[in-house]
């Protein structure tokens, strides 16, 4: 596991695809915390959310990087790397109202 993400260099500022989970909105499912692609911005749902959105977005596309979608959550998880972190000076997370 390394120590530094090293993807982190590759993503472009992106705005969220949807004010929640994209694929449980249109499945009609629920989600318990929104998480947000780095490089696509995908709005998915995280792996406690019956539907895990967010980590199968990861293995449909191989995008690497997501942040938070929660209101005061700053932080980062890079699913190669393993590796959750924040980064200082980055803009605020977006998250949903
Ligand atoms: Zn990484
Ligand atoms: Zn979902
Ligand atoms: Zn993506």
């Known amino acids: 596991m390394a120590d530094t993400c090293t993807h982190l260099t590759e993503v472009e500022p992106v705005s ?5 989970c994209e694929d449980c909105l249109r499945i009609g499912g629920q ?15 995280c792996d406690n959310s019956p539907n895990r959105h967010a980590t199968a977005h990861f293995h449909e596309t191989s995008h690497p990087l997501i942040r938070s979608f929660e209101p005061g959550e700053d932080w980062w998880w890079c ?3 393993e590796l959750a972190f924040e980064v200082p000076g980055a803009a605020p997370s977006p998250s949903h109202p």
Not at 16 to 20: D, K, L, V
């Open 31 to 45: 989600w318990v915390h929104l998480r947000m692609c780095q490089t696509c911005g995908h709005v998915g749902c």
């Open 16 to 20: 969220p695809s949807a004010e929640g």
């Open 79 to 81: 699913y190669v790397d």
